[in-house]
């Protein structure tokens, strides 16, 4: 039985999947998933290798239609109106979509036109995303210069611009070392105080130093769904439950 625990009463309801299903020929890889994300709320979502989280992230950010089942970012539905659906979600996918031999202000520059950001609202555009995201004394430099840490943090920049009300970073601290990641997860927390986020990795600590919830998925479905803070009061740690549900 899948172990849940879902705010009903919660109305401010930024991302909602319902029955989220994706099949490739005969297979079914994401079968029937839900998931709701709150104003505020930051939602780990955790898995094993092949359990569906990157087809599920695909189809939460556009860029893979649903077999079956809806999604609706702030209430517009992504499928029947994806442009409108996707002014308020920013996403960052495991592989940075970033242009090496740009700067950071011109790369920047470039997400900001993307993203339809009036010339007028640019510049204070910029600045902010750039205060945000600890960037402010590396405008100059070639992306291709700076560590991996700092071009995660242009990654989540690019995802930010727009100021979205959902933000879906995928993998976000992988690679990163100890002092990187702990200045990536404060700056989820950050994010998270103003928006929804929902973090995709298999670091255990990520979720349990930055996620206000956790989700884990096996098999292509939600096989748990509890708050960090409920979690706490049991004697099993996140780490054991992980293991319990998704080993063969």
Do not use: W
Request: aromatic fraction near 2%; hydrophobic fraction near 40%.
């Amino acid at each position: 039985m899948i172990a849940t625990e879902l705010d009903d009463k919660a109305t401010d309801i930024t991302l909602s999947a319902h029955r989220l299903s994706r099949k490739y020929g005969g297979h079914t890889i994401v079968q029937g998933i839900d998931i709701r994300l709150k104003r505020g709320e930051v939602l780990g979502l955790l898995g094993p290798n092949g359990a569906g989280k990157s087809t599920t992230l695909r189809m939460l950010t556009g860029n893979l239609a649903p077999s079956d089942g809806v999604v609706e970012i702030c209430g517009i539905d992504l499928l029947d109106e994806p442009l409108q659906a996707k002014m308020h979600l920013g996403f960052l996918p495991e592989m940075p979509p970033l242009y090496a031999d740009m700067s950071v202000d011109a790369y920047l520059l470039l997400v900001a036109r993307l993203r339809r950001i009036h010339k007028d609202k640019i510049p204070d555009a910029l600045k902010t995303v750039k205060q945000r995201c600890g960037l402010i004394d590396c405008g100059k430099r070639l992306i291709k210069t700076l560590s991996k840490g700092f071009q995660q943090r242009i990654g989540i920049a690019q995802a930010v611009m727009h100021d979205p009300d959902v933000i879906i970073l995928d993998e976000p601290t992988v690679g990163l070392d100890p002092n990187q990641m702990r200045d990536i997860r404060q700056l989820i927390r950050e994010l998270g105080n103003e928006h929804s986020v929902i973090l995709s990795t298999h670091i255990l600590p990520d979720v349990e130093s930055i996620c206000d919830r956790v989700q884990i998925m096996h098999k292509g479905r939600i096989v748990f769904d509890q708050s960090i803070a409920k979690l706490r009061q049991q004697d099993d740690g996140l780490e054991q439950i992980f293991l319990q549900l998704t080993q063969e």
